[in-house]
């Protein structure tokens, strides 16, 4: 729950800058999609807050043809009379100089120049005295310095792999830039994306960490044998670091030291600290380090860190989900204020003291935070969240789920220290970290195998919305949204009529889905902690977003954060809706993989985690899916327990097969030969997600998708109930998000189910839920401890299960052949690339009919 300080105001989504005027008048959010890209202006008048909305325009809209200006990202500067704002543009690699407060445009400085290309314009650092404005271009590793006097880029300066946040001394003679990165990528030699099938690989070069992925390794290709660069050290300097610049002559900036923050990876991380937030005064510098829940305070004058500052929760200081980013200091008081992503929250850091003094409740996920005289001025990327998007019979007129996304502005007095316990108790509170009186109910001690089924983007009411009473009382649905329930519908694509004449009513488009619900448990109040698909499959492996994942993802939806395969490094990792987890990703205790495999529970991967930067997923790339053009890795348990003849996301590849290759695999390597089943095993179903139709192919109606799914679905079940692990398994059925439909109670709940002998019978699970009381379920059956915060103070599953058994094995249900034939699914010969995933203009097309 949230329940911030203060003023909320309304932005557009997913605001990663903040600036405010010195007076406090005046306050420009930079918000960067994952809808529309937009300035958001507020200003204090005599008779309280205005806001408007800079909007940038989209290709093919009227304002287009005036001003390409088609996104914002992170940076934000006002001059000091707030008459003047620069605002980065991101993907265009640009900065904008805009008059206050009309927004017009009156300068654009370029920086695709001096031998630079493909740059992406990030965080911003004004030096008003001298007239100097610092950018960081995360796409070519630097920071470009702009001269603004003569309107000219003064010089360029190589920093560090992904930059992210700058900051200032006082005097403006040192720059400081903190770096996210772990790794440069390259590409895979002779690597061509016109050429994707023949020139990449089938599957990533290597898992990291692994002696191949510190030197390399040889690969083969359609075209033959290659040899994939390694990636070195994820340790050198420019790798999670802070990037000391002297600026003192700007037209020849000199980096005098790189400072390593937070722990580096090895036996106390599983991954980099990812230094989020820097601000500096001047004997000291602060850097929040969002995947250590950790400060590192470095001494200005010898650049060495004093103090690592833990940012920990009472009785659960093992677990790491504070998620610290923005950072501001509050000179009066000597406190830094830090925006605590994770736990919807700004803290208060005593730096007399080094030590957390309190939490202040914000909105949903703190991203920057400012103070002007003693007020507090958070900006919050997912604000209150999105609702509903339909009524109890029909859709919103607009209900997209991306349509609904809005970000907010928070601003409070900053309270005073009698004051703090009672805020702090409250954070406590609101995100479940008070102890909890009695100890949740045991798990059947049968149960010894576990299955997550993970499949893609629907709603609660999409799919159960007219689900029958459970045998504990009514389901929270609306009948007339269950366009894929028992009496659900098609629709007939335009352009298509003269394929397919007339759509389907009243056709059962998931019989297998309701059965499952029917005969064990499903949830009613179940919702995706996710947005799209990135963060979904981020969630569900274990990572919860980091500050790069979520900036990115937020940039990139709308398709203003993309690869390219030239020469600017970073664009390598720039991941768009691909959904995998890549190192930078990787927090303190790694993801589910490396937990699973430090505990010593076995597993096996069928679909899941690489789906990576630059992936093509085009047409006849079985059993993969996929072809990789860089070395950028997987998780190394991941890669080493990952099936070869399973297919990733790749909407070309029905369902039907997925499932074929799950059960051949499983037969092949445990059934027949005696083998004990591993006691993990991970299954990504994802033709649900939909695409449009391929009639030739088996898909006359986008609904067919789901249909191909479910059969999928009852098919896995039916084999898995027939084997010998049935009397000790249980099997967890979820979504990666819920944005592709839409939902009465909240455009986020989605499809939870449960079948295992041990479940009870037509079961409903009311309890409020998301991803990590999966995760905590999972954990728990299997023996082990928490991963991090978020699933050790999730819901409790355990009363989803009972202690009289039905082993009786599961019988599969066919689907009605004129929405979809199992035996005509294929893979298209010759096709137009299906949408990928997430796509949203195929979504935006779902939701308009």
């Not at 001690?445 to 009382?473: C, H, M, W």
Request: proline fraction near 8%.
């Amino acid at each position: 729950m949230i329940a911030p300080l203060g003023l909320h105001h309304t932005t557009g989504p997913g605001p990663f800058g903040l600036a405010v005027s010195a007076d406090g008048r005046t306050i420009v959010t930079a918000d960067g999609g994952p809808s529309r890209y937009s300035l958001t202006l507020l200003q204090r008048g005599e008779t309280g807050w205005s806001s408007r909305r800079l909007v940038a325009p989209r290709k093919g809209e009227p304002d287009a043809e005036q001003d390409d200006w088609r996104s914002v990202f992170m940076g934000l500067a006002f001059d000091e009379r707030a008459r003047l704002l620069y605002a980065s543009e991101g993907n265009s690699g640009r900065v904008r100089l805009l008059e206050m407060p009309r927004g017009q445009k009156l300068r654009v400085y370029d920086l695709n120049q001096g031998g630079f290309q493909d740059s992406y314009s990030g965080d911003l650092a004004l030096d008003a005295r001298r007239n100097l404005l610092y950018v960081v271009d995360q796409a070519n590793f630097r920071v470009a310095v702009i001269d603004l006097r003569k309107n000219r880029v003064a010089a360029s300066i190589r920093v560090g792999r992904l930059p992210f946040a700058l900051a200032l001394s006082p005097d403006g003679r040192r720059l400081y830039v903190t770096n996210v990165g772990m790794f440069e990528y390259q590409p895979v030699p002779g690597a061509d994306v016109k050429r994707a099938k023949e020139t990449g690989l089938p599957f990533p070069a290597f898992g990291f960490p692994s002696p191949e992925a510190l030197a390399g390794a040889r690969r083969l290709t359609e075209s033959g044998p290659v040899d994939v660069p390694g990636l070195g050290s994820p340790n050198v300097r420019e790798s999670n670091s802070l990037c000391v610049v002297d600026v003192s002559d700007p037209e020849k900036p000199q980096v005098l030291d790189f400072v390593r923050t937070g722990l580096p990876f090895g036996p106390s991380s599983a991954g980099g600290s990812s230094p989020s937030g820097v601000v500096a005064t001047a004997e000291r510098i602060y850097v929040s380090n969002g995947h250590h829940d950790t400060i590192s305070v470095i001494d200005s004058r010898t650049l060495q860190v004093i103090k690592e500052i833990p940012i920990r929760i009472p009785g659960l200081e093992a677990y790491r989900g504070v998620l610290p980013i923005g950072l501001a200091y509050h000179a009066p008081t000597g406190l830094l204020l830090v925006a605590e992503a994770g736990i919807n929250a700004v803290g208060l850091v005593d730096t007399a003291r080094n030590e957390v003094v309190a939490h202040l409740p914000a909105a949903w996920f703190p991203t920057r935070v400012v103070v002007v005289g003693d007020v507090v001025y958070a900006s919050n990327a997912k604000g209150h969240g999105t609702g509903p998007n339909a009524d109890l019979e029909r859709p919103l007129a607009d209900s997209f789920q991306a349509s609904f996304r809005r970000g907010c502005v928070t601003m409070f007095q900053l309270p005073p220290p009698e004051d703090y316990q009672e805020h702090t108790r409250t954070v406590y509170r609101l995100n479940g970290f008070l102890p909890r009186k009695e100890a949740p109910p045991l798990y059947p001690r049968q149960l010894r195998y576990v299955v997550l089924i993970v499949k893609e983007n629907r709603t609660f009411d999409e799919v159960f919305g007219d689900l029958e009473p459970a045998s504990n009382g009514r389901v929270r649905g609306a009948a007339a949204l269950a366009r894929f329930g028992r009496r659900g519908w098609t629709e007939v694509e335009r352009g298509r009529l003269q394929t397919v004449r007339q759509p389907l009513r009243n056709v059962h488009v998931t019989p297998n889905h309701r059965a499952i619900a029917t005969r064990w448990v499903f949830a009613d109040n179940f919702y995706a902690d996710s947005e799209v698909s990135v963060d979904g499959h981020h969630w569900l492996a274990g990572a919860y977003p980091n500050a790069w994942t979520e900036s990115s993802l937020m940039a990139a939806y709308g398709g203003q954060k993309d690869f390219r395969l030239g020469s600017a490094p970073g664009r390598l990792s720039f991941a768009q809706s691909n959904s995998s987890v890549h190192p930078e990703e990787i927090g303190e205790s790694g993801t589910i993989w490396h937990h699973l495999e430090r505990y010593g529970v076995s597993f096996r991967n069928f679909g899941e985690g690489f789906e990576l930067a630059g992936v093509d997923e085009g047409p006849g790339l079985k059993p993969t899916g996929a072809r990789f053009l860089t070395n950028v890795p997987m998780p190394d348990p991941l890669y080493r327990n990952t099936s070869r003849n399973y297919p990733q996301y790749n909407m070309n590849i029905p369902d039907q097969y997925r499932a074929a290759q799950f059960i051949a695999e499983i037969e092949e390597l445990y059934l027949k030969p005696g083998r004990e089943l591993p006691r993990f095993v991970y299954i990504h179903l994802p033709n649900d997600h939909m695409a449009r139709p391929r009639p030739q192919d088996g898909y006359p109606f986008t609904a067919s998708y789901v249909a191909d799914n479910d059969v999928a679905l009852g098919k896995i079940l039916a084999f898995l109930s027939r084997t010998p692990w049935w009397k000790q398994m249980a099997v967890f059925i979820t979504e990666d998000d819920a944005q592709g439909g839409v939902d009465h109670i909240d455009s986020h709940r989605t499809v939870f189910l449960l079948a295992s002998p041990w479940a009870k019978q037509n079961y409903n699970y009311r309890f409020n839920a998301s991803f990590p009381a999966i995760h905590k379920a999972i954990f728990r059956i299997l023996g082990i401890p928490p991963l991090h915060l978020f699933d050790a103070v999730a819901a409790d599953l355990s009363e989803c299960f009972t202690d009289k058994p039905d082993f009786a094995p599961y019988e599969a249900l066919p689907v009605d052949p004129a929405l979809f034939d199992p035996e005509k699914a294929r893979d298209p010969l010759d096709p137009q690339p299906s949408p990928r995933l997430d796509d949203p203009r195929f979504l935006r097309e779902q939701h308009r009919r």
